[in-house]
């Protein structure tokens, strides 16, 4: 059974610090990995998308890779800001169309 | 583009109580599915569907029906509402890997929150 997992559950950084948040997950057998933020209260807005055949994909100050031979995935946000806090989801799509979902890291960038 | 809407966005109901979730797409996703969000539990499936016509049960169905008429609807229906399902629940669509997609960014609505009394 696939099973997705992020740490840290929480973080508190101060502004302008670049960030590391990590998901592991236990079959390499996925078609593509996705991350997630959530605001409070709101649904989830997708951020990246990663195939299985890359190695990492980059929106602005955002960037994913994946090492699926190593069931990881890190996402790195440069130079936080305040408007970052959120939660980051990952979720895995493993057999068929569904997503698995980590439980998430809950982000707090203070100015 | 409205992407996925759902309705309500809030909602309480009395145990016993049948309701339906709407959710709707406009970018002519196969497929649909439907979560719900617990503290600590993170996200899981209750049902989906890769095309109207085609359901099929997630983690956690019991409780919940659902069908798919045409392309752009999927209601999630609570047959007699417990308080175990109170929760936020979520519908997402995108496009389908097995209808031979590799661009399958999922899209979510923003949430119905249920409170079962």
């Known amino acids: 059974k696939q099973e997705v997992t992020q740490i840290p559950a929480a973080l508190s950084v101060p502004e302008g610090e670049n960030l590391v948040l990590n998901c592991s997950f236990t079959?390499?057998?996925?078609?593509?990995l996705q991350w997630f933020r959530q605001d409070p209260g709101k649904g989830l807005t997708s951020l990246l998308l990663i195939q299985s055949s890359q190695r990492e994909q980059t929106s602005g100050r955002l960037n994913a890779s994946l090492d699926k031979s190593s069931g990881r995935s890190t996402l790195y946000i440069a130079a936080s800001q305040p408007g970052d806090s959120a939660t980051y989801l990952c979720a895995v799509c493993h057999g068929t169309d569904k997503l698995i979902f980590g439980t998430g890291t809950r982000l707090q960038v203070f100015p | 583009n409205a992407g996925v809407t759902q309705t309500p966005k809030f909602q309480v109901l009395k145990t016993g109580q049948s309701m339906t979730l709407q959710c709707a797409q406009d970018m002519n996703h196969e497929y649909m599915s439907w979560y719900r969000q617990d503290p600590g539990m993170g996200l899981r499936l209750i049902h989906y569907?890769?095309?109207?016509?085609?359901?099929d049960q997630g983690e956690v169905p019991n409780g919940y029906n659902v069908s798919r008429s045409t392309t752009e609807d999927f209601p999630l229906r609570l047959l007699s509402a417990a308080p175990s399902q109170t929760s936020v629940y979520f519908c997402?669509?995108?496009?389908?890997?097995?209808?031979?997609?590799?661009?399958?960014?999922?899209?979510f609505g923003q949430g119905t929150r249920l409170t079962v009394v």
């Open positions: 569907s890769v095309g109207a016509g085609i359901t």
């Open positions: 997402a669509s995108s496009y389908s890997i097995m209808a031979g997609m590799s661009d399958t960014e999922a899209f």
């Open positions: 079959d390499s057998a996925i078609y593509n």
